[in-house]
Nanobody, 117 residues
Framework: QVQLVESGGGLVQAGGSLRLSCETSGSIFKLKALGWYRQTPGQQRESVAI???????NYADSVKGRFIVSRDNTKNTVYLQMNSLKPEDTAVYYCYLAAGTAWTTYWGQGTQVTVSS
């Protein structure tokens, strides 16, 4: 059973920073990708930042230059460093993991990030 547990969300003023963490556990066979999505009410979940098993990263255009995704394999943890936060970054952020030949996806429970203007 794969589990993803997020932490680090909260309330921050515009221009501030937050770091999200996601600890993974369980039997993960052939990891493909780790990363973060976000969702606001009434909107589809969107990809924010992904780090592939080989280390390549992909970012949404809206966060390029401000967010950094990284992972610590020794701690089975993926991070999202969010800098220069804007009110439009307000959302529930979900940790994401894809594994196996079928790219089976797993999700964390979500953590709220609120950026005040």
């Amino acid at each position: 059973q794969v589990q993803l547990v997020e932490s680090g969300g909260g309330l921050v003023q515009a221009g501030g920073s937050l770091r999200l963490s996601c600890e993974t556990s369980g039997s993960i066979f052939k990891l493909k990708a780790l990363g973060w999505y976000r969702q606001t009410p009434g909107q589809q979940r969107e990809s924010v930042a992904i780090i592939m098993s080989g280390g390549d990263t992909n970012y949404a255009d809206s966060v390029k230059g401000r967010f950094i995704v990284s992972r610590d394999n020794t701690k089975n943890t993926v991070y999202l460093q969010m800098n220069s936060l804007k009110p439009e970054d307000t959302a529930v952020y979900y940790c994401y993991l894809a594994a196996g030949t079928a790219w089976t996806t797993y999700w964390g429970q979500g953590t709220q990030v609120t950026v005040s203007s």
